[in-house]
């Protein structure tokens, strides 16, 4: 667990890159790129499992311009500890823009929904959590049994790195630093099958990954 300090720096420090990020951007421009780049995940995740217009879609710490930009439709949840926060600040987010999909200001940890879900997708967000054990249960919990579970992540590719930013503020946005064997076994320890891993994007410190996991 993130220390609450290190957890609230990192929700400020969020909260600030996206308003830098996307200053001066076209909202319809924007919009369109990140849907292109969102189809280009799914065109992954259809290697490994069917997602039908009938799926009810959990798009899980979905930030201001999530999966649910391409799932709007009924039955489909997405939600974030800034939602409201994104609202207010970005023109680059409205819900009324969405008017199918269910939105929720609130964390992974204390996230509640009456149903399960079918799919559910953590975007980048996993390591953005205070608790990072009762959110990977949160997301097995949410899904139905036999259910897909797709989760990006920033995985460490050197020990020496890794153990140096857990002690230092190194990467103020991430309040937890992990490798890729750490993510799949805490993945796996919640009774996941892993179906499929497959790299993103390579860099010096992080390489980013999509894993597909079948409850």
């Known amino acids: 667990m ?10 400020f420090a969020e909260r600030k890159w ?11 421009e924007y919009l369109q790129w990140k849907q292109g780049y969102w189809q280009n995940l799914l065109n992954i995740c259809a290697h490994y499992f069917p997602i039908k217009d009938s799926d009810h879609i959990l798009d ?9 930009i391409c799932f709007n439709r009924p039955g489909t ?19 009324a823009m969405y008017p199918e999909v269910n939105f929720v200001n609130a964390g992974l940890e204390d996230f509640q929904s009456p149903e399960l879900f079918d799919v ?7 390591n953005h959590v205070a608790d990072i054990e009762r959110s990977f249960d949160q ?25 140096l930013f857990r002690l230092l503020p190194g990467d103020i946005l991430h309040p ?31 390489d980013h990954y999509v894993l597909v996991v079948r409850k």
């Open 60 to 68: 899980a710490g979905c930030g201001p311009a999530g999966m649910f």
């Open 139 to 163: 997301l097995v919990k949410l899904a139905k049994p036999g259910a897909h579970i797709v989760v990006t992540i920033d995985a460490h590719n050197h020990t020496f790195f890794k153990t």
């Open 120 to 126: 559910v997708f953590c975007m980048n967000a996993i």
């Open 18 to 28: 996206w308003q830098r990020y996307l200053k001066g951007k076209d909202v319809k």
């Open 176 to 206: 937890h630093q992990y490798d890729l064997n750490e993510y799949q076994r805490m993945l796996n320890e919640r009774g996941c099958t892993l179906v499929g891993t497959d790299l993103l994007k390579h860099e010096f410190f992080f």
């Open 2 to 11: 993130a220390g609450n300090w290190r957890w609230k720096s990192a929700q």
């Open 77 to 95: 949840t997405a939600f974030d500890p800034l939602m409201d926060n994104y609202e207010k600040d970005l023109p680059h987010f409205k819900r």
